[in-house]
């Protein structure tokens, strides 16, 4: 398969990336900064997904160098925890930008690479939030971006059937990356504690359930949303 990825640079997407190249995939990336990660079958692309033009760009790249996509992962994604009476409208703005529009811009793109791929049911893989269901304090703007992703993937789920194109999406827990070291350990420990699950999320807890929803297993699911953790 030729899997689609954003923000491969570190964290979550990193580690999908490295499993993709594992299991043999071929697998395009990109992020804002440069990339360390090297391999034959990786491809990574610097650009900045909020720019249209760029994004544009990226997907002829794809198209001349692959001919089409197989999947795609709109995993790229950023996150500012303050109370929405002192988030500068600036901010919310940036949010929405690479949340929501830099997904939806990237998808629109990635679709006319999708209907080429040979795959009997390639799908789209929209990351969301714990911040969703639990309306988390401090973090209107980014559980607000993220619902929109939500229901965003539930109407492209319909709108994209008629293509063959499946989309779905994984609304994670805090999951153990460099990321999250940066978070209080208080706070974390909290989350935590309202799973189901009371562990953090592991990237290979998520690689579990992209496999699934990237493979033709997976061929009559669409539009829907699969929490990790028992967070629900």
């Known amino acids: 398969m030729i899997v689609f990825v954003s923000g491969t640079r570190t964290g979550l997407g990193l580690g999908l990336a490295r499993w993709l190249l594992d299991a043999g995939h071929h697998v395009v990336g990109c992020s804002r900064k440069p990339s360390t990660l090297c391999h034959e079958r990786y491809r990574f692309h610097q650009v900045d997904l909020t720019d249209h033009a760029a ?24 996150s500012v925890m303050n109370h929405f009476m002192t988030t500068p409208a600036a901010t919310v703005r940036d949010i929405f930008d690479i949340n929501v529009f830099a997904a939806l811009n990237s998808s629109r793109e ?24 639990w309306a988390l304090d401090g973090q209107l703007a980014y559980s607000a971006s993220k619902g929109a992703v939500e229901q965003a993937t539930r109407v492209m789920s319909r ?22 070291r940066t978070v209080p350990k208080d706070k974390i420990d909290g989350l935590v504690q309202r799973q189901a699950l009371k562990r953090l999320c592991r990237i290979e807890d998520v690689v579990g359930p992209v496999d699934f929803l990237l493979s033709a297993r997976s061929a009559f699911v669409t539009g829907e949303m699969i929490y990790l953790g028992g967070v629900r």
């Open 110 to 133: 990635a679709v006319k690479l999708l209907m080429k791929s040979d795959e009997p049911a390639p799908c789209i893989v929209n990351i969301s939030s714990v911040a969703v269901p």
């Open 55 to 78: 994004v544009r760009s990226l997907f002829r790249s794809i198209r001349t160098e692959f001919g089409r996509l197989d999947g795609m992962i709109n995993n790229a994604g950023t």
């Open 159 to 180: 709108e994209l059937a008629g293509f063959g194109i499946r989309v779905n999406g994984l609304g994670l827990p805090p999951v153990a990356t460099a990321l999250t």
